[in-house]
């Protein structure tokens, strides 16, 4: 559902084409200083600016509803809404008949029956991790000074890839691609096993953003050809530091000290131009579709910023749990 | 923490050397047969009866504690317990000096000072699985007539593996592997986007087994690599059947009915027989450390059940959920 | 904190002079007819229209944010947001300094810091139940043909209570209630023990009501002065129809299907116009205070719209949860 | 359901004539000393010893499962299980068809059909507290220096009440009766509204104790009566001391450093040895019906060790939740 933690607490709302899109963020410690300007940053990075995203452009001003009073945190749950304005939906009601390949038109379908609002994905749109940078903003303040940062590693398995993108614009196409985030200055001992482990909370978050379909934390995969000897990260100093860090700064769902690092598989846009086959759900027969509007050719170029946010809001969550014993 | 789920919720508790492992498991449907048998199947298969896993042969007969009357389920939470017999604890104060390089002995020290149990790796033991194999046999049950199957890809990067688990336990070393899981049958519409999406619930159980360190759904890390276009599954009926299933079975975090489909990197065992360095915490030196006792050279080989497992514990939960539209 | 729910779940934010106040409500049944106008007869309800209660006046007009299309809930989280116009904060920052009695200003202080944000009470105010009766009016469409109905039984320990407000008023003073309240046509079976029992969730959600101190259910403290013969309700039909109400529709924390029947004590308003005396935080010295601004003189008659709302909260939850045997 | 708790958390299992009755408790501080003998105190004076309490008599022998090592508590959950040995059972099936007064027996058929395990009312007995009470003396153990007592008010409405309980045996009847709990040096600054207040939590964990029907803190129902100039609490210095405790130690849903203080309500025990009429459900006509076997005839003089359980559940939760600020 729609609600995610055990302190620092997120509740998200919204569809893309619907009046506003917001989170709720409960848990936020007292004095912390935050203004709406503090939020532009991100929000910006999250922008589909490059070639490649898309060319519905909203101005993304963040409203502070509450838990805010004369520039600093209150306690109280902190409300930040978006409105949308820069809306087409006349496109929409053909897809109740003919699903669009990879989306969710057919599943949320059969699970809403005809009430879902499905006018550029309702409240599946990747428009809702708006609402996770937002949160993101104030849960990077609160793990300060711990540094996240994420970056495209590579896009269609190439890792100079503007080339890459600027083809799918062209062939009405889209493209997948990998990103990797690293949190740097993490302290020893965030994480609540046995279910609530580091890796089980970030991978959690990470596949509620729409288009990821694959998460690993250091070597990961890779760790799967290797032999123990190989893999063991050799702790060299009392502070835990170690030689190599294989397990991507995480042991027992637990983190070590070293630098928190995971990657994500973003899948090709779903969305794309080109016409695609798809049943008429009225007919039974397999129709060619063609999907107008406006898409990214490549959601994994506006993910680290998305991905920093949840990382953030992981680690903001485990601090404050971490605090309890 | 250690409780999983919303409605079909499960909690353990236990240790790898203490009195006894279980699981309470709430929320189990009235009405379904039950007894001590059941579980009998499974947790065999969990068992270290292959080579390169450990010698440690435990009976795990499970004793059922309550909501069960009459071989039925009352409604009321079950209480499974086990407990551990065969225990040989004399090594393990040596690891809260010389930490266990890939275990969690650093972290458990910093996190639990000097309290924590670290005796067979104490509660971050792969004994815990056990609870959840147990819990897994009730699931199943209650997702009938859903088939869950999970079996071994690969070890060492090889799908031919026998030979590669005999080499690293001549060589007292241990080796990863990669794991399936496929459930067929399931049915259209499960999964609670925005947080609780199949990706999500399944990955945020998946990585509380200790040594999973990636998950990708379908053609998960792939689908970086592709195009739109190629990866788009096309629908062909109007049961939302595709021609290809890249997505695994999940569409924007809900099941579309066809096969729900992921894959787990396993990292190698971390304790293996070879001499490794690590720092002795009281000196601050970096000493050659042999770590004695029984391991699993190939912890993958005995995580098949265990996946099973926990994806009949999501669909479980998931189903009850959905259940309340 | 501000989350309460377990399908049908509510997450409220705002304070009384912050920039708005609302609820997001997740886990609402698709399908359900839904427009801005059906909250105004439940809200007029709570509104400070009579004699005792506050002169602060706002429209209270809703803004339905999210989780409706076409007039119908789709599923998604819904967003319902009320902005606060009516606002006069110039006395709060006396009440930092000279905390009044009955108040949260002391206990704010030392939970918050400095950071509080007490104008009006802030979060504390009665002001957010406005959150709640909106919410309750999705809960209340969801759980027909339950009908739930509330009222005054008393003020000031009087029946016919018209006269005390008065005197109240004139006295600047302020006088407690008790209020009742009923639910019609409950299904046998809903409720969740051993934790989620009927009167465990609804208590929970009452004592969140600013100014309640006391609640029973049926006979409730009655209760305690009788003998089980008197007490225990005699089932007269198979459908479990009792000849007296004793337990006020409850045993063993479940609905048995005869009326679900509550009260709750309501204290005096804590802000009097008359002078009291409190401790000045800065000198250590009790001085007198004189609080001025706008207050009910008696909260106790604003109440039965609230607690109907929290009753329809609590069976629409139960109702959900339910379902999922 | 069954778990209890956002940090400090517990979870309970087991029927009154199952094999056993247990709790797992969670989010347990590390360090704290802790043996099987801490238990027997508190666990026998929940025992039947006085007059008016039922014959059953159980050793109630506690056995540790996990999450302490060496005497001290480790961090991982704890377990604790009780055997249930003196089980008598052959009363049962005749309350399927005659379901008793005052009893869960009728909702507990209509919600669970015929699966309910009803012997000694299954997992709806007061014999469950034992697990509230087991989970009460680690809690206790980690809200010192606070110090929890809990007597027993009245019985019947008499305030010297021996003679109304042996009144009540020698009638086959059985009697109500109030019980208070009060806390002494709670910390200011624990609870988390807006909906988890320390009357919301205390309040919900109360009711989940079979046979209690009403809850007051502070003057509770009496503040109904007050004037605003009467009830409020004056604040005599700037540690926030007040000259009367009319709040019961709880304002705006926080403690305010004063006494903790509130009353509950206990119904006279349903089984009484009475004849009394119900229906029978296979002929749908009104019958006499005899309840043998066991009872208490006030179960309110068992009550107090229960509700100091609660309490310092309640507050070991509430201080865990506090430190993360």
Redesign the interface.
Known sequence: ????G??F?I?????SH?????V?I??V???IKLSEADFLSDLARRKPSVKGTTSRVEDDIP?????V?NE????????V?FRNKNVKSEDYEEFAKH?R????D???L????G???N?GG???SGR?TLALVAAGVIAKKIVEPIKIKASVL?V??IKDFEKVVEE?VL?N??????VECTANGVP??LG??????V???I??????I?S???????????????????????????N?K?GTN???GV??????GNPLQFRV????????G?A????N?ES?K?EELVIPGRHDACI?LRMPVILEAITAIVLADLM??????
Do not use: W
């Not at 600093?72 to 409300?79: C, L, N, S, V, Y």
């Not at 042991?251 to 070590?256: H, M, S």
């Open positions: 559902m729609n609600t995610f055990r302190i607490r509740t998200i709302f919204g569809e619907g009046p506003a899109i917001g709720i409960d848990g410690p007292v004095g409203e502070l509803l509450s838990g009073f600093f945190t209150t306690g109280a749950p902190i409300g809404m699903p390949p990879g989306h969710a057919f599943v949320a059969k699970k809403f029956g009430y879902n609002d006018r309702g409240h599946f809702l590579e269609g398995g799918a062939l196409d889209s493209v997948g691609g990998i020893v001992g609540e096993p046995f279910f609530d482990s890796e089980s909370t991978s959690h978050l990470a596949f509620s729409p990821i379909k694959g998460i690993e934390f250091g070597a990961g995969f890779s760790a799967a050809k290797m032999k123990g000897s190989e893999h063991n990260d050799l702790i060299v100093d009392t835990g170690t294989h397990v991507g042991v027992g769902g637990i983190t070590n598989a973003v899948k090709p846009t779903s969305s794309i080109k695609q086959q798809t049943v759900l039974g397999v994994a404050a749990v971490n605090k309890t014993y």
